[in-house]
């Protein structure tokens, strides 16, 4: 009998916040507590799991599909991130965003935006808030010369993709912000910023009458026994006919891909909540989201609220942490952080209580790849979304339901097609040298 035993579970450091700011009770799932049977069982509910569930019930509305989540809904990744549901290429490892390849950039850029699509045509089916799905773009923001040719080169490579985008100004960055900080921007219209807890609990919901999905119910083993899967839970258990592990970096945590995945932690801190009038203090709009552009600088969001204030979110600071977990103390000390990038941004609204922190769990692959494969006959991976957690996320998602399926498209036979994940150096020496080159990214990053 074959046997994967979850070795970790996710753990979590700091409040989900998107969960937490929601004004309405988020939906519950109950808690597996019995010998259940599916045809496809989906371990983890994050961008990639909602979409392989969403993917199932669409290509065969009688399928009996399980989703297992070892916490709650929106409270791993998938409700930690910034919300850039981003169609452009944007991989962390570069100077400025740009694939090697224009042929590989196009491919990506298509493939971002059927997963748009997608997650769209979810919002419409289950009629999803749209204040939880804001098509509005994003904007590469730029504080210094050297950030500001980042730019003006990030700006070329759209132009030769032929893809639309805006050079902003100064001024036009004030007017959007109502800071000073920054010196220019470029703006591109594809990317959807969501309220990411907003919209994976409401797609789960909207799931719900099709598909059987239990919170708080880790995966803590999978087995295979003559023609079946077995996934052992805490209190229950599912016997399976094929299994999608969606469970981002926990893929290793039950054997798989091995000293192949970088094991990332990036931390945040959202603010109080600004009210009408204090946001109207604030100046620029209260719609908007910026990413840094140096991959390795500072995100910043400012979103509305229901009540019509907003809050701003501030992004920066990693960490290579194979063991899968981070610590108070790494948050705090990333928290002081971005409140000195907040200082440098909103000086002219004095001390600004920062209401939430938080830490979450990006997983990347050296070579840029995802894991999305079939690992053993009836057993596949959606995992390794890289830097573009929600469109790769859905994406993968998207590929291992077709897959169970037997289903050869456009998305599934680009994933079957990438390559393996490159092997990394034993994490001894990974973790030091990884940590030294990202503290040396980010000092450089400076203001950005
Ligand atoms: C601070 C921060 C900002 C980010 N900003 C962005 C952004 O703006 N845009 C973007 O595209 N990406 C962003 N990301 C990355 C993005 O959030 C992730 O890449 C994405 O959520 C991965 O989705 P996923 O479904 O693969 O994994 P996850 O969201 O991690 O979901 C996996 C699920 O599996 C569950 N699980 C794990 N093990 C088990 C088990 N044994 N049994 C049962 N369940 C299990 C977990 O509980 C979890 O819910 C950000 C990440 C962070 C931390």
Not at 151 to 164: C, F, I, V
Request: aromatic share 8%.
């Amino acid at each position: 009998m074959k046997h994967y035993p979850a070795a970790r579970l996710p753990s979590h450091t700091g409040l989900a916040p998107w969960r937490d700011i929601l004004t309405v009770a988020p939906p519950s799932f109950p808690q597996l507590d019995h010998s259940a049977v599916a045809d496809v069982t989906i371990i983890g509910a994050g961008f990639a799991g909602l979409a392989a569930a969403q993917r199932l019930t669409q290509l065969d509305s009688n399928l009996n599909v399980t989703v297992l989540d070892a916490g709650k809904i929106a409270e791993g990744a998938s409700g930690r991130n910034s919300g850039f549901m981003i169609d452009l290429p944007h991989d962390l490892a570069s100077e400025n965003y740009s694939g090697d390849a224009l042929r590989a950039d196009q491919k990506q850029i298509e493939l971002n935006r059927q997963a748009i699509a997608f997650a769209k045509n979810a919002v419409e089916q289950y009629d999803i808030n749209r204040e939880f799905f804001s098509e509005i773009g994003k904007v590469n923001g730029a504080a210094s010369s050297h950030a500001d040719k980042c730019n003006t080169d990030y700006g070329n490579h759209l132009d030769q993709l032929n893809e639309t985008n805006e050079r902003l100004d100064a001024q036009s960055m004030y007017e959007l912000t109502g800071s000073r900080h920054y010196l220019s921007g470029i703006y591109t219209p594809g990317t959807v910023l969501i309220q990411p807890a907003g919209f994976s609990l409401a797609l789960a919901a909207g799931l719900h009458s099709q598909v059987d999905i239990y919170e708080n119910s880790p995966a803590l083993a999978i087995k295979h026994d003559k023609a079946n899967w077995i996934i052992e839970s805490s209190k229950g258990r599912v016997t399976s006919g094929q299994v999608i592990i969606a469970a981002n970096g926990h893929l290793e945590s039950f054997g798989f891909s091995k000293n192949r995945l970088m094991h990332i932690f990036l931390y945040a801190s959202m603010t109080h909540e600004f009210s009408r009038k204090e946001s109207k203090n604030i100046g620029g709009q209260d719609n908007w989201g910026i990413t840094p552009s140096d991959p390795m600088g500072t995100t910043m969001r400012r979103f509305k609220t229901p009540s019509g204030g907003s809050r701003i979110i501030t992004r920066t600071c990693a960490h290579y942490l194979p063991e899968m977990r981070t610590t108070d103390a790494k948050m705090q000390k990333a928290a002081a952080i971005h409140r000195q990038k907040f200082q440098q941004r909103f000086a002219h609204l004095g001390e600004t209580q920062m209401q939430y922190q938080w830490a979450g769990h990006l997983c990347l692959s050296h070579n840029g790849v995802s894991v999305a494969q079939e690992l053993e006959q009836g057993l596949y991976s959606a995992c390794v979304q890289n830097g573009l957690g929600a469109t790769r996320g859905i994406l993968t998602g998207i590929s291992a339901a077709e897959r169970c399926l037997g289903l050869k498209t456009e998305i599934s036979v680009f994933f079957e097609s990438e390559k393996q994940a490159s092997l990394l150096p034993p994490a001894l020496l990974a973790k030091p040298v990884a940590n030294a080159l990202l503290k040396w990214k980010e000092r450089r990053a400076t203001n950005e």
